[in-house]
């Protein structure tokens, strides 16, 4: 019978987010911080130049990570309004809980 660890160490290592899976694709990596990445979506577009910020720690929600992740994350929210204010398009942000269970999370800006 597999431990609760065990399942958990097991979903970490084939986790498609991690940045240090080695079959994450790293060439959908825009960016890199410490704490935090953007990436292209691994899946289909919801909109044109929408792209994905992801905490490098596995975390259920934005709101119970260490606060210089979030820091990190917000720096890259605010580059990322910047940038698309330049091309005259509105950004939003949504908090996409991909499998709580198993703390995969991401930002997507849209």
Do not use: Q
């Amino acid at each position: 019978m597999k431990t609760r660890f065990t399942k958990k160490m097991a979903v970490l290592a084939n986790c498609p987010l991690c940045f240090y899976n080695k079959e994450n694709m790293k060439e959908l990596v825009i960016a890199e911080s410490e704490s935090a990445y953007i990436t292209y979506p691994i899946n289909k577009l919801i909109v044109e130049d929408e792209c994905w910020i992801i905490s490098k720690e596995h975390t259920s929600a934005m709101n119970t990570v260490e606060e210089h992740i979030y820091e990190e994350v917000r720096k890259y929210m605010t580059n990322l309004i910047a940038y698309y204010s330049t091309k005259n398009k509105a950004t939003i942000f949504v908090e996409l809980v991909i499998d709580y269970n198993n703390a995969e999370h991401t930002v997507s800006c849209l």
